[in-house]
């Protein structure tokens, strides 16, 4: 045991306690750009098989106990499984796959540190995986935000649509500052439609802002930029303020004009008709997260017509997973108190 104050531990369960300002930090810029650096990743893979190894070598020192072994193989064999089936089934992120791989390894034993009042965690499951906890807590937590939206939603906009009341209510002008993906109102429950970071990767695509796009929307809705930019991957720093590289030539260089207005503005013939040039943005595009040409072209013509639009944020799994994490380190399990409370 080691003594730092007023807490009392093993040093492999000290080391452990290393993952909580790595994983808040990654959280928190997971919260901004819905991006987790790669670098994240590398010292906790290095301390997670560091301790996945130690917990190997105690458990073949004493005989394999039937207790331990099953936590080394559930931490270490099926929930990376788990998460890569789930990541392949598009139900987590990559960030979510990764963080459930490192503390699979890294808390493959339970951890326990001792405070002169009391042990935390302090509800502990019986089987007693604490990766499993982390992922049992995060599908809580992550089950009472829409809750909390929803009833928002009611009292203070009455969504028009059944998707809407998990969304947000916002103006168009802000889409460009917001993360996740639109609300379409042509159905009757509404539909998951344009994610704002392939709204931001056109505009950084076309060198435009979204007030230049929103003002200006017939001109682009039938012109193609000669020199379109890289569309970048949708970070909010790409696109919607004030594009790296601007291109102003938005004249068509793949249609032939139909005819030529008084004021010298081409108009181009619909049978070569590719609107708001969404076929040659896809084209150039590597990255699309699921982007259809038609669902791009609907949210276009959304965000040009109607002053406020239904957002479904599209919250992080990885967020409620990080909180699950430090609930798990110091409550324990919130299922257990769930369950135990409402049965």
């Given amino acids: 045991m080691i003594s730092i104050g007023p807490l009392d531990t093993t040093l492999p369960n000290l080391v452990r306690l290393l993952f909580i300002?790595?994983?808040?930090?990654?959280?928190?810029?997971?919260?901004?750009?819905?991006?987790?650096?790669?670098?994240?990743?590398l010292p906790l893979i290095v301390v997670s098989l560091s301790l996945?190894?130690?917990?190997?070598?105690?458990?073949?020192?004493?005989?394999?106990?039937?207790?331990?072994?099953?936590?080394?193989?559930?931490?270490?064999?099926?929930?990376?499984?788990l998460a890569v089936?789930?990541?392949?089934?598009?139900?987590?992120?990559?960030?979510?796959?990764?963080?459930?791989?490192?503390?699979?390894?890294?808390?493959?034993?339970?951890?326990?540190?001792?405070?002169?009042?009391?042990?935390?965690?302090?509800?502990?499951?019986?089987?007693?995986?604490?990766a499993f906890t982390v992922f049992t807590n995060a599908a809580v937590i992550g089950a009472v935000y829409p809750v909390v939206l929803s009833l928002n939603n009611i009292i203070q906009h009455s969504p028009?649509?059944?998707?809407?009341?998990?969304?947000?209510?916002?103006?168009?002008?802000?889409?460009?500052?917001?993360?996740?993906?639109?609300?379409?109102?042509d159905t009757q429950n509404g539909r998951q439609g344009l994610d704002l970071d392939v709204l931001r990767m056109y505009l950084q695509w076309r060198g435009i802002t979204l007030p230049e796009l929103q003002t200006n929307p017939e001109q682009y809705r039938t012109t193609t930029p000669n020199n379109p930019n890289k569309p970048g991957n949708g970070l909010v720093t790409d696109g919607g303020h004030t594009p790296q590289q601007t291109t102003k030539t938005d004249t068509d260089s793949r249609r032939t004009p139909d005819a030529t207005h008084d004021d010298g503005e081409v108009e181009n013939r619909t049978e070569?008709?590719?609107?708001?040039?969404?076929?040659?943005?896809?084209?150039d595009t590597e990255v699309t997260y699921g982007m259809d040409a038609a669902t791009i072209r609907r949210g276009l013509n959304t965000i040009t017509t109607e002053e406020t639009v239904w957002v479904?944020?599209?919250?992080?799994?990885?967020?409620p997973l990080t909180i699950g994490f430090i609930i798990s380190l110091t409550y324990g399990d919130l299922a257990i108190t769930v369950f135990s409370t409402v049965l």
């Fill in 160 to 185: 028009p649509r059944l998707a809407a009341y998990t969304a947000r209510h916002r103006e168009t002008a802000s889409l460009a500052d917001l993360h996740g993906r639109l609300i379409e109102q």
């Fill in 21 to 41: 300002p790595v994983l808040t930090w990654a959280a928190w810029r997971d919260y901004q750009t819905r991006r987790v650096p790669n670098i994240t990743w």
């Fill in 312 to 319: 479904s944020p599209g919250l992080p799994f990885f967020i």
């Fill in 272 to 283: 070569e008709d590719d609107p708001w040039a969404v076929d040659a943005f896809l084209a």
């Fill in 85 to 130: 089936g789930l990541w392949a089934g598009n139900l987590f992120g990559g960030a979510d796959v990764k963080a459930i791989i490192v503390l699979g390894f890294g808390f493959a034993t339970y951890p326990t540190y001792y405070l002169p009042t009391v042990a935390v965690p302090i509800v502990t499951p019986t089987l007693g995986i604490f």
């Fill in 52 to 81: 996945y190894g130690h917990d190997l070598l105690t458990a073949w020192y004493a005989g394999f106990p039937t207790y331990t072994t099953i936590q080394l193989v559930f931490g270490g064999l099926f929930l990376p499984v």
